[in-house]
């Protein structure tokens, strides 16, 4: 069983950037997807995007397209997401998740495990 860990969220100003981790206890395998998902007071968790642990795939809502970019770090189990060109409609809890089968990674029914979750905020 994997267990997540999320750092790096904070207060920034619009325009600015955060890098927030992952870092994962127990293996990781190769057909893994590692996702990230928000969610925003009173509005439902939506994803953000996700890589596919093996291949480095990766997955973008179209909102974050261009301005953030998922990655990770197969040595330190660690997914990262670097977020750039930050607005007031992301702020939000980040939320790091695992999915074992690595489908359907859009939707967070397809993932098994979740971080505790980061709060991102961002001052305009």
């Known amino acids: 069983q994997v267990r997540l860990v999320e750092s790096g969220g904070g207060l920034v100003q619009a325009g600015g950037s955060l890098r927030l981790s992952c870092a994962a206890s127990?293996?990781?395998?190769?057909?893994?997807?590692m996702g990230w998902f928000r969610q925003a007071p009173g509005k439902e968790r939506e994803f953000v995007a996700s890589?596919?642990?093996?291949?480095?795939?990766?997955y973008y809502a179209d909102s974050v397209k261009g301005r953030f970019t998922i990655s990770r770090d197969n040595a330190k189990n660690t997914t990262y997401l670097q977020m750039n060109s930050l607005k007031a409609e992301d702020a939000a809890v980040y939320y790091c998740?695992?999915?074992?089968?690595?489908?359907?990674?859009?939707?967070?029914?397809?993932?098994?495990?979740w971080g505790q979750g980061t709060q991102v905020t961002v001052s305009s």
């Open positions: 998740a695992a999915s074992k089968l690595g489908r359907s990674v859009i939707f967070s029914y397809a993932y098994d495990q």
């Open positions: 127990g293996r990781i395998f190769s057909n893994y997807a």
């Open positions: 890589i596919i642990w093996s291949r480095g795939t990766t």
